[in-house]
């Protein structure tokens, strides 16, 4: 056999090496790209996990501040609407109301409120008379306020908020809310509150915000109200509408609520931003989380993986270069370029966040820089620790028996504690995948502090098991979650609720209809729904709510209800006393007019006849005179329950103040009313026994007009002629009943 041709071997090798360095330089470029792929897509999503998070902190702020500013305004509204109501009932007795009376009112409704700055009232020309802190010298005027001109053009009364705007009493940037005062059907006045914009930022400074967040109240036209911005050495001028571009377009796209990642325009910072606009109130609170603080820690982790990356691309090239050389060492260069390249492989595969690898024996071999910093430690410290060494929930023998059981190929997702060198205990997220290398097991692990967002999970689930504000979900018209706050104000045990259906709310099956029909209505067609509801307690009681709902999917809506009760007993008492004389509780001269003319129509449309019948008694002054006031009031009780006893349900009683009383006798025919005048005439003859002892008597001089369904005579014409033929039947002798 011949021998080989050594050129032909040389050639052969010079063949095979020219086809190494192809495939070696084809190699390399593969793993760089494979190694850029995956840092991208690792960062990337990383980089979305962090983005998510500052959105989520940024959105849980905004929920809690649109609650605080929402329970803000609505407890000012309520006094300021009861208030109203008060003023508006003494301006309307005769005569008005001293200023004293008017500023005692004011001056108690002020106690009523925390951190407003002024209460106070103005006459119909504009000059502000009543009030809290008024100024020395000439009253202020606000005749020329935009509030004001619009206060007095409302078609109805309503709560109309202005501002910011200075204050001309304080000379302080202020919020006001306004509303009209109306007395007998006229414009008399406005009544405000006003709120300092310094109120807004001491209720933000209550929030736990990291250096550079912001807080902010704007108005829906973007005027800035407040805003705190711990360390920004610029805060804002209040009144100023700079927003982003990019903020303005996402308010018109979506003006009740969002978020969106901008430059502030206010202090130049980056921030991820989320808003919330204020239900029946021309106000949006914004929550912004810093960026620049939020991701440093991701922006560390891109720097050490992308060294990684680089790294293990650093030593694919080198062992090219070594196989090159000596293509006798080429197996063992290309075996650790697959033994490495398995490993960066596997640590690309995890979040990169805390990145570690443990052995079969759950010792630590290699890990991040970050993993270091999460633990309060440093890597000379952690290398060759067994992880039972800070891990909180299971001991080493514990963890030993869980490697003991796993194979290559294995994934977990886990939550864990860890425990830092400085003693503290953080919550972390754990993902773990296992590979083999060379016959042995290792556990590539990436962990993620999760403290805060558990935090954060724990604030929102204490908030949702408010024992304020009562909160449920409902599929179908189905409670399918609620909190203990519904179970309270309804009533019922804990757990009663879960499952059972809609309707134990409710008064009735057509209150039931008739909510449901309004609720999905306005969801479908506005995204929300608010009102106040009489609902049912499980003891029967009638329970009044501030209820509102919003839709979760297409079969969910998530309901909410504050127990407003005591807040609407208070407001009909305040009615009640609006329109009934304190004293002796009938009709007061308000109501009697609104009663007079109900009657008056009743008349003209059943051909009927009403008798307004004026009375005054004879011989009240010689008793309260001789007995004292305490008598004259008991007198003037006991003429009052006589009057309504003997008198039919459609008729009237009301006194007019001091001894006058009038009765409204309806749908008579001819002289019916004559019999009826002559009863209550000998029942208030009758002898009244005081309290102190003593027997009393007075009589009664009543004067009569009679309203024909004909006549075109109206209430207080009709009142004014009764009380003429009293005052003509006094004349005559008194005790008499005279008809004009």
Same mark, same amino acid.
């Given at each position: 056999?011949?021998?080989?041709?050594?050129?032909?071997?040389?050639?052969?090798?010079?063949?095979?090496?020219?086809?190494?360095?192809?495939?070696?330089?084809?190699?390399?470029?593969?793993?760089?790209?494979?190694?850029?792929?995956?840092?991208?897509?690792?960062? *990337?999503?990383?980089?979305?996990? @962090?983005?998510?998070?500052?959105?989520?902190?940024?959105?849980?702020?905004?929920?809690?501040?649109?609650?605080?500013?929402?329970?803000?305004?609505?407890?000012?509204?309520?006094?300021?609407?009861?208030?109203?109501?008060?003023?508006?009932?003494?301006?309307?007795?005769?005569?008005?109301?001293?200023?004293?009376?008017?500023?005692?009112?004011?001056?108690?409704?002020?106690?009523?409120?925390?951190?407003?700055?002024?209460?106070?009232?103005?006459?119909?020309?504009?000059?502000?008379?009543?009030?809290?802190?008024?100024?020395?010298?000439?009253?202020?005027?606000?005749?020329?306020?935009? @509030?004001?001109?619009?206060?007095?053009?409302?078609?109805?009364?309503?709560?109309?908020?202005?501002?910011?705007?200075?204050?001309?009493?304080?000379?302080?940037?202020?919020?006001?809310?306004?509303?009209?005062?109306?007395?007998?059907?006229?414009?008399?006045?406005?009544?405000?509150?006003?709120?300092?914009? *310094?109120?807004?930022?001491?209720?933000?400074?209550? @929030?736990?915000?990291?250096?550079?967040?912001?807080?902010?109240?704007?108005?829906?036209?973007?005027?800035?109200?407040?805003?705190?911005?711990?360390?920004?050495?610029?805060?804002?001028? $209040?009144?100023?509408?700079?927003?982003?571009?990019?903020?303005?377009?996402?308010?018109?796209?979506?003006?009740?609520?969002?978020?969106?990642?901008?430059?502030?325009?206010?202090?130049?910072?980056?921030?991820?931003?989320?808003?919330?606009?204020?239900?029946?109130?021309?106000?949006?609170?914004?929550?912004?989380?810093?960026?620049?603080? =939020?991701?440093?820690?991701?922006?560390?982790?891109?720097?050490?993986?992308? !060294?990684?990356?680089?790294?293990?691309?650093?030593?694919?090239?080198?062992?090219?270069?070594?196989?090159?050389?000596?293509?006798?060492?080429?197996?063992?260069?290309?075996?650790?370029?697959?033994?490495?390249?398995?490993?960066?492989?596997?640590?690309?595969?995890? !979040? /990169?966040?805390?990145?570690?690898?443990?052995?079969?024996?759950?010792?630590?071999?290699?890990?991040?820089?970050?993993?270091?910093?999460?633990?309060?430690?440093?890597?000379?410290?952690?290398?060759?620790?067994?992880?039972?060494?800070?891990? $909180?929930?299971?001991?080493?023998?514990?963890?030993?028996?869980?490697?003991?059981?796993?194979?290559?190929?294995?994934?977990?997702?886990?939550?864990?504690?860890?425990?830092?060198?400085?003693?503290?205990?953080?919550?972390?997220?754990?993902?773990?995948?296992?590979?083999?290398?060379?016959?042995?097991?290792?556990? =590539?692990?990436?962990?993620?502090?999760?403290?805060?967002?558990?935090?954060?999970?724990?604030?929102?689930?204490?908030?949702?098991?408010?024992?304020?504000?009562?909160?449920?979900?409902?599929?179908?018209?189905?409670?399918?979650?609620?909190?203990?706050?519904?179970?309270?104000?309804?009533?019922?045990?804990?757990?009663?609720?879960?499952?059972?259906?809609?309707?134990? =709310?409710?008064?009735?099956?057509?209150? @039931?209809?008739?909510?449901?029909?309004?609720?999905?209505?306005?969801?479908?067609?506005?995204?929300?729904?608010?009102?106040?509801?009489?609902?049912?307690?499980?003891?029967?009681?009638?329970?009044?709510?501030?209820?509102?709902?919003?839709?979760?999917?297409?079969?969910?809506?998530?309901?909410?209800?504050?127990?407003?009760?005591?807040?609407?007993?208070?407001?009909?008492?305040? /009615?009640?006393?609006?329109?009934?004389?304190?004293?002796?509780?009938?009709?007061?001269?308000?109501?009697?007019?609104?009663?007079?003319?109900?009657?008056?129509?009743?008349?003209?449309?059943?051909?009927?006849?009403?008798?307004?019948?004026?009375?005054?008694?004879?011989?009240?002054? /010689?008793?309260?005179?001789?007995?004292?006031?305490? /008598?004259?009031?008991?007198?003037?009780?006991?003429?009052?329950?006589?009057?309504?006893?003997?008198?039919?349900?459609?008729?009237?009683?009301?006194?007019?103040?001091?001894?006058?009383?009038?009765? $409204?006798?309806?749908?008579?025919?001819?002289?019916?009313?004559?019999?009826?005048?002559?009863?209550?005439?000998?029942?208030?003859?009758?002898?009244?026994?005081? !309290?102190?002892?003593?027997?009393?008597?007075?009589?009664?001089?009543?004067?009569?007009?009679?309203?024909?369904? *004909?006549?075109?005579?109206?209430?207080?014409?009709?009142?004014?002629?009764?009380?003429?033929?009293?005052?003509?039947?006094?004349?005559?002798?008194?005790?008499?009943?005279?008809?004009?």
């Amino acid at each position: 056999m011949p021998l080989t041709d050594p050129q032909l071997l040389v050639d052969g090798a010079a063949k095979r090496r020219r086809r190494m360095t192809v495939w070696l330089v084809g190699a390399n470029l593969t793993v760089a790209l494979v190694l850029a792929a995956l840092v991208w897509h690792v960062l *990337d999503a990383s980089h979305r996990t @962090y983005a998510t998070q500052a959105r989520d902190v940024a959105e849980g702020l905004a929920a809690v501040a649109q609650l605080n500013v929402e329970a803000e305004i609505g407890r000012v509204d309520a006094v300021l609407r009861a208030t109203g109501a008060e003023l508006e009932r003494l301006m309307a007795a005769p005569g008005g109301a001293p200023d004293a009376v008017l500023n005692e009112v004011l001056h108690a409704r002020f106690g009523l409120l925390h951190g407003i700055e002024a209460f106070r009232a103005a006459d119909a020309s504009g000059e502000v008379r009543w009030g809290t802190r008024l100024p020395a010298g000439a009253p202020a005027r606000v005749h020329d306020r935009d @509030y004001f001109l619009q206060a007095r053009a409302l078609a109805e009364p309503a709560t109309l908020v202005t501002g910011p705007l200075v204050s001309r009493v304080s000379g302080n940037w202020v919020v006001a809310f306004v509303r009209p005062l109306v007395v007998r059907g006229r414009f008399a006045g406005v009544l405000y509150v006003s709120v300092g914009v *310094d109120h807004f930022r001491h209720l933000f400074e209550r @929030y736990e915000l990291a250096p550079l967040d912001a807080m902010t109240l704007r108005r829906d036209d973007l005027r800035l109200v407040a805003r705190i911005a711990p360390g920004s050495p610029v805060q804002g001028e $209040v009144g100023d509408t700079k927003v982003s571009a990019r903020m303005r377009e996402m308010l018109a796209a979506n003006p009740r609520q969002g978020s969106v990642v901008t430059t502030v325009s206010i202090d130049g910072r980056d921030r991820t931003s989320a808003y919330r606009a204020l239900d029946h109130w021309p106000f949006v609170v914004y929550a912004g989380v810093n960026n620049e603080r =939020f991701f440093k820690p991701w922006r560390e982790q891109a720097w050490t993986v992308a !060294s990684l990356a680089a790294l293990a691309w650093l030593l694919v090239a080198l062992a090219t270069w070594h196989v090159r050389r000596a293509n006798r060492r080429e197996e063992q260069a290309m075996t650790a370029l697959a033994e490495q390249g398995k490993r960066i492989q596997a640590l690309m595969r995890v !979040s /990169a966040d805390g990145i570690h690898i443990i052995d079969g024996r759950g010792r630590l071999v290699e890990m991040s820089d970050s993993f270091a910093e999460m633990l309060k430690s440093t890597r000379a410290s952690l290398m060759g620790r067994h992880v039972g060494s800070w891990d $909180v929930n299971q001991d080493e023998t514990a963890i030993n028996a869980w490697l003991a059981k796993i194979k290559a190929g294995d994934r977990q997702r886990v939550d864990v504690q860890h425990r830092r060198d400085d003693g503290q205990v953080i919550d972390v997220e754990l993902q773990l995948s296992v590979t083999e290398i060379r016959g042995e097991l290792y556990v =590539f692990s990436s962990g993620r502090d999760v403290t805060q967002a558990r935090r954060l999970q724990r604030e929102q689930a204490a908030m949702l098991d408010s024992d304020l504000v009562a909160m449920a979900k409902i599929e179908h018209r189905t409670i399918t979650w609620r909190n203990r706050a519904l179970e309270r104000i309804l009533g019922y045990g804990p757990g009663e609720l879960q499952g059972a259906p809609a309707r134990v =709310f409710y008064w009735d099956d057509a209150q @039931y209809e008739e909510v449901g029909r309004q609720v999905y209505s306005a969801l479908a067609e506005h995204g929300h729904y608010r009102s106040q509801i009489r609902m049912r307690s499980k003891g029967g009681e009638a329970v009044w709510v501030d209820f509102g709902a919003a839709p979760l999917s297409v079969t969910e809506i998530f309901a909410m209800a504050v127990d407003i009760t005591p807040m609407k007993a208070a407001h009909e008492h305040l /009615a009640h006393a609006a329109f009934h004389d304190a004293l002796t509780q009938l009709p007061n001269r308000v109501l009697l007019h609104d009663r007079i003319e109900q009657a008056l129509g009743v008349a003209r449309r059943e051909r009927k006849r009403v008798a307004i019948c004026y009375l005054d008694l004879d011989g009240f002054k /010689a008793v309260n005179d001789e007995h004292g006031h305490d /008598a004259g009031d008991q007198l003037l009780e006991t003429v009052a329950r006589r009057l309504l006893a003997h008198i039919r349900p459609l008729d009237t009683a009301a006194r007019l103040g001091g001894d006058e009383f009038v009765l $409204v006798l309806t749908c008579v025919d001819g002289d019916d009313w004559r019999p009826v005048l002559a009863r209550v005439v000998d029942a208030i003859g009758e002898p009244v026994a005081l !309290s102190s002892g003593a027997i009393v008597a007075v009589g009664a001089t009543v004067g009569v007009a009679v309203f024909s369904p *004909d006549d075109t005579t109206g209430a207080q014409e009709l009142i004014e002629r009764a009380d003429h033929e009293m005052l003509r039947g006094k004349r005559d002798g008194k005790g008499r009943v005279v008809a004009g």
